[in-house]
């Protein structure tokens, strides 16, 4: 079945780096996707990689994934207080409609 | 030149009522999505359609009925509102042949009271 798990709550300084952690059930998953919620506003899509790929990097992003034990990061160098939110973890599988599954989300508290 | 906008952005409303959601995208898309966020933050899928066809249904009530008059709108009807309706309400588009990225209008605010 579908589960994808992160955990609850990271704080972080600003400058320093930030990796959220996110494991996912699903071999068949097709692609996996950072999503990033700040307070009041919708899902803004981050990046996304595809299940054939071990790493993305896009400017302070970089995102890693271990398929062998189902595990995916996302890295967020030189963290800034506009990088506070919730940052969800989701898999897609084409043959499932490609419907999203999400983790229940990484509160991020970055502080000065 | 918002790429999916859903309206109403917030919504109040008595229970019992019967209420809709809208929501376009203009990014020529063929796929489009309703997701329900609960007050724990937890996101779900509702529904999908590929041009105008119903592809995922999930575990839903039958008081939602998603509508899709063409590609472009995918609206959702909820009868008879209960308190648990309370959420927020995403609607989601992508393109199905194109790597399957997958954009998020800004949600809508629903309280039944």
Redesign the interface.
Not at chain 1, 96 to 102: E, I, Q, S
């Given at each position: 079945g579908e589960d994808v798990e992160q955990s609850l709550f990271l704080s972080v300084r600003e400058g320093d780096s930030s990796v959220i952690n996110c494991t996912y059930t699903d071999s068949s998953s097709?692609?996996l996707?950072w999503?990033k919620?700040e307070p009041g506003?919708?899902?803004?899509?981050l990046t996304?990689i595809?299940s054939n790929m071990d790493m993305k990097q896009d400017q302070r992003l970089t995102v890693l994934l271990n398929k062998k034990d189902k595990h995916l990061s996302l890295r967020i160098a030189d963290t800034q207080t506009g990088d506070s939110a919730?940052y969800?973890c989701?898999e897609?599988m084409?043959a499932?409609?490609?419907?999203?599954?999400?983790g229940?989300?990484t509160r991020v508290l970055v502080k000065p | 030149d918002t790429a999916v906008s859903q309206t109403p952005k917030y919504l109040v409303t008595q229970m019992g009522n019967d209420k809709s959601i809208k929501c376009e995208q203009n990014l020529g898309h063929d796929?489009m999505?309703w997701?329900k966020q609960d007050s724990?933050?937890?996101?779900?899928?509702m529904f999908?359609y590929?041009n105008k066809e119903l592809?995922?249904n999930e575990t839903v009530p039958n008081r939602f009925s998603p509508k899709s008059p063409d590609k472009a709108h995918l609206n959702l009807h909820i009868n008879s509102l209960e308190l648990g309706d309370s959420a927020v309400y995403?609607c989601?588009s992508?393109q199905?042949s194109a790597?399957?990225?997958?954009?998020?209008?800004?949600?809508s605010w629903l309280t039944v009271v």
């Open positions: 097709t692609y996707y999503y919620q506003a919708g899902l803004q899509l996304y595809f919730i969800f989701a897609s084409t499932a409609g490609n419907k999203l599954t999400f229940g989300g | 796929t999505y997701y724990k933050k937890f996101l779900k899928i999908s590929n592809i995922i995403f989601a992508s199905r790597g399957n990225t997958i954009y998020f209008g800004e949600g």
